[in-house]
């Protein structure tokens, strides 16, 4: 049975890579992620992991190292955050298109320019279309939990894609909260052997020679890339499977997104990662007050859970995406995009807002997401919405 | 060391049929230095020309387990499998001895991929990288690289009326790569193949970081004849303009030395890219060129006596 301790979310990231014991880490220190692999670190250092740990020169050669010992059969890790994933990116579209199931602990930061090292989604929003499962966590306890499941979507043979497991910078990563750790043998049975893959050191030893990485031209590069959207396409049946699997097992289920008061809703807001929390109690307070609000969390970015996202949000009649990410296009955030995309189809559809807020570790306060209710509130009464985009604890 | 005829009945693993240009260094500095190691290999290789034409979807030229992932990262690749077989050899999962070997362009290896190459040696991971230069990026049409030669004509070092090609000396890499302080660091050549073959042979028994720095002459680049391509080579040899040499654990050994030392003139008569050095209104830039040849051989000369 599960201990309960008390960790932030880098030292869950670590234990749970301890508990994973993958062959191979390659990683490089970047804030707030750095701690994970220095903890990690002890860890080798005190043979407490059978991992070979390259401590490489840069996140680029980190995410090629892990991609080399993936594609020589090993389970490689990684973690990053920000300016590192940032510099990775040429090598996470190769990491994906190769179908290599790497899993990186991601500690999500805002981009530079200006530097800046608190949080925000736009790192990992920049990396949302680079073929990776991407998965976001609420607290400490889900970031463990999804990262333990992350190796067994990543690893599925309908899937082999790389995945990518989200925590909040500070908020999360240096929060301590209380933690219900797995057995060490628990994660081991439960993420298995990872099944049997071609790979280069199979092959040298069975001297059938494989060539990985070709060159295809117009002739095949398409079919490769439809391949790989298959991948992604059973990851939506793949990622359900699991979170039952584990909630069978551990007592905590996960689906794609979470429903919180939803049911009857008028309003609600659709939000990615520790802010939820927040906003729950906001709900928590509202529905006290006879107002119908909810929320949806998006644990899953992609694949992108089409259906469950126009479930959850069909009968409202008014709904704030709430953005952590600017999308400097002139119009609204990117999860606003997709939501809107969710819910073209829908006949009968909510009228749908966007908020901007959080930039940069923008402390997000119960007061902040009172304020977004309201408008939601005000567009209700009013029938009908007169902005698309709104920032939220911004000086303008 | 194998004689010619015993490597010739060894099974080469890099064939035919991939699209190099006839005439091609590279094709053959491949075979070369795989038909010299007896033992299961793994490569890595770099965005380039040898990547290009040797991948081209479902052909393959290459019969050993061979992966391609970037332009600028061939050694870091190479890190991350040489890791995974240390694992599963510590774990008993494996006991073949298996030689890894990281490939790379001048491009891949002088300019872009230099800190991923710089980092694989001075992590010290048990790998062979070899450079197989032809001296600019040849793939996207014959740039200058940190590798070109001096007043060389490169398509974005063109010679012009004010600048004759590229202004700037190339790099020396192997001094580089043996500040690392690896145990083994080499030149070679394609037209001296028991050297290149001596060279390939030595490096993999030893543990550690290897690297060799391997003149492929380019037909279409440089250009040439494509008849001359071994000839090419030996003669920049025989120039001293690329010396043949060896430095083990730190110290520099000469592999050989030409007889006669020709002018660097005879080396830049065989190639397009020199030719406004050879006009006798560059007689200038020819003896600068040849001063500093004689400068660098004098001096190589000198580290490997002491
Ligand atoms: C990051 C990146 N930048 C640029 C390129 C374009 N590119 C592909 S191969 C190449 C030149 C290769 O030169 P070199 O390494 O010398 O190999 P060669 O083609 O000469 O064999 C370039 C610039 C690329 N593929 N990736
Ligand atoms: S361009 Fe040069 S290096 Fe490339 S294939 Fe042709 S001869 Fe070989
Ligand atoms: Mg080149």
């Known amino acids: 049975m599960g201990i309960k301790v008390a960790k932030t979310a880098n030292e869950a990231f670590a234990e749970g890579m301890r508990q994973i014991n993958p062959d191979v880490v390659a990683a490089y220190p970047i804030t707030p992620a750095t701690e994970i692999v220095q903890i990690f670190s002890q860890f080798v250092a005190d043979g407490l992991v059978k991992t070979e740990f390259i401590q490489v020169e840069s996140e680029h050669s980190a995410m090629s190292a892990c991609i080399g010992a993936s594609a020589a059969g090993a389970r490689a890790m990684t973690g990053t955050s920000s300016q590192g994933l940032a510099f990775m990116w040429e090598m996470l579209y190769i990491a994906s298109g190769l179908r290599l199931p790497i899993i990186m602990a991601v500690v999500n930061r805002a981009l530079s320019s200006p530097i800046n090292i608190h949080c925000d989604h736009s790192d990992t929003f920049g990396a949302r279309d680079s073929g990776w499962i991407q998965i976001y966590s609420e607290n400490v306890q889900e970031t463990y939990d ?68 070709a060159l295809d031209l117009q002739d095949y590069y398409f079919e490769r890339k439809r391949q790989q959207a298959e991948g992604m396409k059973n990851a939506l049946k793949i990622i359900p499977e699991i979170g039952k699997e584990f909630g069978d097992k551990f007592g905590r289920y996960y689906g794609f997104v979470e429903d919180y008061k939803l049911e009857d809703a008028d309003i609600g807001i659709v939000v990615i990662g520790s802010t939820a929390g927040t906003a729950k109690e906001v709900v928590d307070n509202l529905r006290k007050k006879g107002v119908k609000a909810g929320l949806l969390k998006i644990r899953i970015l992609r694949p992108l859970p089409v259906e469950d996202i126009k479930n959850s949000l069909k009968n ?81 | 060391m194998p004689n010619i005829k015993e490597l010739a009945k060894r099974e080469s693993r890099f064939v035919s049929g991939h699209r190099l240009c006839a005439g091609c260094g590279a094709g053959i500095v491949m075979r070369q230095v795989l038909l010299a190691i007896d033992k299961p290999v793994i490569a890595s290789c770099a965005t380039g020309c040898v990547e290009v034409a040797s991948t081209i979807f479902p052909y393959s030229s290459w019969k050993i387990p061979w992966i391609h992932s970037a332009f600028e990262n061939s050694a870091a690749t190479i890190s ?176 050989y030395k030409p007889k006669e030392k020709k002018p660097v003139a005879e080396w830049f008569k065989l190639q397009g890219r020199f030719k406004h050095l050879l006009l006798p209104e560059n007689s200038n830039l020819l003896e600068e060129i040849q001063k500093e040849v004689d400068r660098r051989w004098e001096e190589l000369l000198k580290k490997c006596e002491s």
């Open chain 1, 146 to 213: 999804n990262l333990i499941q992350g190796v067994r979507i990543a690893e599925h043979p309908e899937v082999k894609l790389p995945c990518m497991i989200m925590t909040d910078g500070f908020i999360l990563s240096h929060c301590l909260e209380t933690l219900e750790m797995l057995t060490d043998q628990e994660v081991q049975e439960f993420i298995g052997v990872p099944p049997e893959r071609e790979n280069l050191i199979k092959s040298a030893i069975e001297n059938k020679p494989i060539t990985i990485g």
């Open chain 1, 316 to 396: 409202l009649k008014v709904v704030g995406v709430m953005d952590r990410v600017e999308g400097m296009n002139a119009f609204c955030g990117p999860l606003y995009s997709e939501i809107t995309a969710c819910l073209y189809d829908l006949d009968k559809k909510p009228l749908l807002t966007n908020f901007v807020y959080g930039l940069g570790g923008r402390d997000v306060k119960i007061e902040d997401i009172e304020t977004i209710f309201n408008e939601l509130i005000t567009v209700l009464e009013k029938g009908k919405k007169d902005f698309t985009l709104k920032y939220i604890g911004v000086r303008e």
């Open chain 2, 80 to 255: 991350g499998i040489e890791a995974a077989y240390k694992v599963f050899k510590r774990e008993g999962k494996i006991n073949k001895e298996i030689v890894f070997v990281g490939f790379g362009g001048d491009g891949g290896t002088y300019d872009i991929g230099f800190q991923a190459l710089s980092g694989a040696a001075e992590r010290g991971h048990n790998v062979l990288y070899v450079c197989y230069n032809n001296q600019a990026y040849m793939n996207t049409g014959i740039q200058r690289s940190g590798a070109s030669p001096k007043f060389s004509h490169t398509t974005t070092s063109p010679v012009g009326k004010v600048i004759p090609g590229k202004v700037q000396w190339q790099k020396n890499l192997v001094d580089i790569m043996v500040a690392h302080g690896i145990p083994y660091a080499a030149t070679a050549i394609p037209g001296r193949w028991n050297d290149l073959v001596n060279k390939v042979e030595k490096a993999v028994k030893i543990e550690g970081f290897k690297f060799i720095d391997i003149l492929s002459p380019c037909r279409l680049g440089w250009p040439h004849e494509s008849e001359l391509t071994m000839e090419i080579s030996r003669l920049a040899v025989e120039t001293c303009i690329w010396p043949l040499y060896e430095v083990v654990e730190g110290k520099y050994k000469l592999s």
